[in-house]
Every structure is written in C-alpha cells, then in structure tokens.
C-alpha cells in the first residue's frame, strides 16, 4: 500500500491507515478537519502518465506512482461512471477527471488526485498527501497499531468505541446514507492535548496534523463499509474534502456477492 493511511486500516481484517508508521485509521501491510487552498491539478493525468509496474492488465498511473504488486488498481480514471472490480465488484461511482485508483481488492479500495501535492509527498516520503480510503472492516484502529481497539459490531457502536477514545478529537457524528447504506459520519484528529506516545514511533514523527473524515456504514451482510477522506497535513484538507466528498456520495453499494 502505498499511502500514508497504511496504518489507519488492518491487523489481520482490521482497519489500518498510517502516516510514517503511525497508525491512525488503517489498512494492512503495512487522517479530519482544516483548511487552505487546494493544490493545482497537475497537467493532463493521461499525458503525465506512464506505464509502471500495473497491479491490473493495461493500468496507467502517474509517472511519479509506483503501484502496490496484487494492489489490481485500475490506474488513471477516465471521466464520468468507474465501476469496481474486486471491492464489492460491480459498486459504481461517478468520478472526475484526474484521479487514480491505487488499490481494488475484496478488502480495500483507493483513490487520489493526481496532484502536484501527492507528487510532492511521494517523492518525499513515499506516502500520499490526501487519499480516499475504504474498506469492510470490524475495527478501525485510531492511534498506535493495536494501541486502542475501536470494535464494534455496527457504525453506532464503534462510534462509540471512537469517541471514548482519550487519543482523539472528533466532531459531533451525524446520520448519513450513501450507496443505499446508512451509518455515521465524523471529522477525527489526534487530541492536541493528548500527551502519550506510540511504543515504536520515532521521537520526532509529527502526528497532529493529520486530518480525517471518517464515515461508517452498516453492511446488510454484517459489519462495517469504512471510509476514510484523509489528508497527511492540516493545510488543504478543507479543499480536499469538497472535491473528495461528491465522489464517495456518488457511490452506490453492490453488497449482493
């Protein structure tokens, strides 16, 4: 996986995506709430593109994009409808010009920009700047890998887990259906009071400005769909959920296989 949500999204079928190590939400193989402006769109993402090592026959991805080997991201989105493959296969959305899917799995699905911030990040840290994250999963993990279990059978009760969280600072959760599934939402960040460390984090990572939006919809077959619109830095984030937002609304669930 290759974002820094990695952490936030897996322990065996647990959420885990993570920023440098850090844990927050999580996926496995291995962020909330801010704002500024939105990063340029870099030039055409199909003239930008090149063939790297494809998780999925004929995928492209940004020339600065290495994907995941059995990752099966569909690469460069075209324009309009996009239709999963292995994530609840037959799931659509409607998705614009300029993002990338990294990842399409049973158990996790990805999506970025392709911006010069994520260009940036990459190059930096080998991570993403601000990705859209989901997966079905029974226990997001927020803050330090398998630090605090945040379990629940439905979306209500692992809100609940969440916000007796002393880790983390959250808005007021509020109703939402997306894709014919109903559940929670909410924006999650470290506490900026919370003092405690993570047992293996370096002294000197820098957690706290990691943002996330989070949202939690109850499966028919069971379980949680957990979906994380997440940003490594504060800066940006307020512009990423409003581009980010109207493609995870646009999802409509296919949870009949």
């Known amino acids: 996986m290759n974002s820094y949500l990695k952490p936030l999204l897996a322990v065996a079928a647990v959420v885990v995506i993570a920023v440098a190590g850090f844990a927050f939400l999580g996926r496995p193989s291995d962020s909330g709430v801010g704002g500024a402006a939105s990063p340029a769109r870099s030039s055409s993402p199909t003239a930008s593109a090149s063939p790297s090592t494809a998780p999925s026959a004929g995928a492209l991805f940004p020339e600065w994009f290495t994907a995941d080997s059995g990752s099966s991201g569909a690469g460069i989105l075209p324009p309009g409808n996009a239709t999963t493959q292995g994530f609840l296969p037959g799931s659509t959305f409607n998705v614009p010009a300029g993002w990338v899917n990294s990842t399409d799995t049973a158990d996790f699905y990805g999506l970025f920009p392709d911006t010069p911030a994520n260009a940036a990040e990459n190059a930096a840290s080998g991570n993403l700047a ?125 949870t009949s296989q």
């Open 130 to 254: 601000q990705e859209v994250f989901m997966g079905p999963h029974d226990s997001p993990h927020f803050v330090c890998d398998a630090w605090e279990d945040n379990r629940g059978a439905t979306a209500a009760e692992m809100v609940a887990a969440i916000l007796a969280n002393k880790a983390l600072a959250t808005s007021e959760p509020i109703d939402v259906s997306i894709g014919g599934l109903t559940g929670k939402q909410f924006d999650v960040q470290l506490d900026p009071a919370w003092t405690d460390s993570c047992p293996g984090d370096p002294p000197t990572l820098v957690l706290g400005d990691q943002r996330t939006r989070a949202i939690l919809l109850d499966s028919p077959d069971g379980g949680v769909i957990v979906i994380f619109v997440g940003s490594k830095h504060q800066a940006g984030h307020e512009a990423f959920l409003a581009e980010a937002m109207p493609i995870v609304e646009s999802f409509q669930f296919d």
